[in-house]
């Protein structure tokens, strides 16, 4: 079944109707677990590599680079996944793995594990995401002329990082092509031997994506209309109670993976983003989600999957990715998108 965003509770825009004016759409990308060809939009799949260009690569030195093994990390995810769709008595309060089961997770996750080591040479960077503007409505807006492809790579360690020297997380590289350029698509697409977190390593998804309208993180609007968002916010939660929906987490910005659409700043106050080449503020262009978010923009099928006894639960959504609390976010430069971007997290 497609994913499809429930309404929102009610229009913000009629109460507010000067909001219209700073409507944005985004593209939620609906990442679900799939089996993606280098031919699709996707999270985790293979990319649309020509087979005659070479593999971004890390520079960094990796003599020390401590991490789990990627085949490491999808053996345990199998094992969990194969215990959780055995059948169980209803009451039971176990998952029930079998004994060799239950030495394996316990021989990866005890305290006498030893982290994989990678020997130092260039680390390949990790393929995270592509989206084809054909797919994604939002992305045609970023796209530099002659672009409609954009790929995403990761260097799967903290702390190596180009492109935010100020937010510590994965080191991503973006990289816009033409797809028709790409004629021979490379096979055996390289992998790095070992990845800091397994919560770095993507399960492949394919997307479905869906535009939805997003209002700004309240900081963005004039004081004196947030009190008047605040006040109205008030009011309806003395008649409704804990029920009635908010402006921030039910009314204005998507949670979820997406392209385009406003910057939340819920766990800090908002901090803009300004490019380092020429100054001018910068624009979120794809947020890279951990789970979570409010409940009321969860699909039908979603809140579904929450009871689903025959699955673990997917503790950050189908890509299995989280490389900040709640999102990692690429802003790029409106006036230049050779500049490089930005990264920031939430
Ligand atoms: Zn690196
Ligand atoms: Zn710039």
């Known amino acids: 079944m497609r994913p499809t965003t429930p309404y929102r509770p009610l229009d913000i825009t009629i109460p ?34 020509p087979a005659d260009e070479a593999w971004p690569v890390c520079g960094e030195a990796y003599g020390r ?72 409505p939002d992305l045609a807006v970023f796209a530099p002329p ?39 698509v490379l096979t055996d697409q390289p992998e790095p031997p070992v990845v800091e977190r397994k919560e770095f390593l993507p399960n492949p998804c394919v997307l479905f994506p869906e535009q939805v309208v997003e209002y700004p993180f309240a900081d963005r609007l004039p004081g004196e209309l947030v009190e008047r968002i605040d006040a109205w916010e008030g009011a309806l939660r003395e008649r409704a109670g804990d029920a009635a929906p908010g402006y921030q987490y039910d009314l204005s910005l998507a949670p979820g993976w997406k392209i385009g659409g406003w910057d939340s700043w819920h766990r800090t106050d908002l901090m803009r983003v300004y490019c380092g080449a020429c100054g001018t503020e910068m624009r979120l262009l794809l947020t890279i989600d951990s789970g979570g978010g409010g409940r009321s923009w969860l699909s039908y099928e979603e809140a579904q999957d929450v009871w689903d006894p025959t699955r673990p639960p997917d503790l950050y959504g189908p890509t299995g990715i989280s490389a900040a609390r709640d999102e990692y976010r690429a802003f790029v430069c409106p006036a230049d998108p050779s500049h490089p971007h930005r990264m920031s997290s939430q």
Do not use: K, N
Not at 27 to 49: C, F, I, N, Q, Y
Not at 149 to 173: E, I, K, M, N
């Open 146 to 184: 002659g672009t409609d492809l954009l790929q995403v790579l990761w260097c799967p360690f903290r702390g190596h990082d180009d492109a935010s020297p100020d937010d510590y997380g994965p080191s991503t590289r973006l990289l816009w092509r033409r797809a028709a350029d790409v004629r021979e």
């Open 16 to 49: 507010f109707p000067e909001l219209r004016a700073c409507a944005r759409t985004a593209t939620l990308l609906h990442p679900r677990r799939g089996t993606p060809t280098a031919a699709d939009s996707s999270v985790g799949g293979p990319l649309l590599w």
């Open 65 to 136: 680079a401590r991490g789990v093994r990627p085949e490491r990390a999808r053996r345990y995810e199998r094992i969990v996944e194969a215990a959780w769709a055995r059948p169980r008595p209803a009451d039971a309060d176990h998952v029930p793995y079998t004994d060799a089961e239950r030495a394996e997770l316990d021989e990866m996750t005890c305290s006498g594990y030893q982290p994989d080591r990678h020997d130092g040479s260039p680390l390949p960077l990790l393929a995270l995401a592509q989206f084809h503007v054909r797919d994604v």
